[in-house]
């Protein structure tokens, strides 16, 4: 079996995989420059909100934060031949590309991670039940320091909540979802390691140390997801120019298109 299949194999059955040292110091800190540029305007501009609560932002890749150039800089990287490898073991058929976040430490330290699959925040629970039998988002979380990573419930990809897992979650039953479980499983992640893993397993991200982690979100293009894309996070035509490989926004494109 090629590495390319013992990835998708991994991703298939657990539901996501790690690669130590995927990136090098190199292209980490060209990408750290980028993302610190977004991360302090982004502030900037929601005190409040990251003063109270907030613990992640979006739409890095759009225009509101970042010059043109930095954006090309970002989108060549997500793009890059490296990263479609990875993405093309786990989507084969025409992936499109659907946003980025990035993940910080909340600034209040009595904040807690939480557990959750992301359909339940658009799902009531039977909806979430079909959702897991169905394409699901991809998301590549590219941390760029050193952090306690993510703790994951291996296999939750493919099978509904034990009541453990569902009552903390959903916080039923008197449970809330900082609690501990006793499946997860703790990824500590170092600045160029790459974690692939699938949006509607279960999962928390650990806050800590001086995690600033960039996630990219994919999917496979014949699920309905291009409702979730922002336009303005995709490339503009004259950009498109300057991008390497551009075929992952293409295919959003043109899904937004039909
Ligand atoms: O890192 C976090 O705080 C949560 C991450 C997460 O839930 C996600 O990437 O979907």
Known sequence: MDNQ?????????????????????SEISSLRQVISKFHERWKQDNVDFYQEEAFNSSLITGSQYLECED????????SSTKIMKLVDSVIPNNPAF????????????QQKDFWHRDCQYDLDVEDQKKAIQETQVVHL??????????????????????DEEFNVRQEEKGRV???????????????GD??????DMIHRGLYGLDRLALDMLVFDSS?????????????????LDKIIN??????????KSQ
């Open 223 to 239: 699920a309905n997801f291009v409702d979730y894309v922002d336009d303005d996070c995709l490339p503009s035509l004259s950009m």
């Open 5 to 25: 299949s013992q990835l998708k194999t991994c991703y298939d059955e657990q539901g996501y995989f790690v690669i130590r040292n995927y990136f090098t110091s």
């Open 177 to 191: 979802s900082s609690e501990e479980l006793s499946l997860g499983k703790k990824i500590e992640l170092a600045a």
């Open 246 to 255: 551009p075929e992952l926004f293409l295919t959003t494109m043109q899904l």
């Open 98 to 109: 659907m946003n980025t976040q990035l993940f910080f430490n909340p600034v209040n330290p």
């Open 194 to 199: 790459l974690l692939v893993f699938s949006a």
């Open 141 to 162: 979380r590219i941390p760029l320091f050193d952090e306690l990573g993510m703790e994951l419930v291996p296999g939750t990809h493919l099978r509904w909540d034990n």
């Open 71 to 78: 954006r090309v800089q970002l989108f060549n990287f997500i």
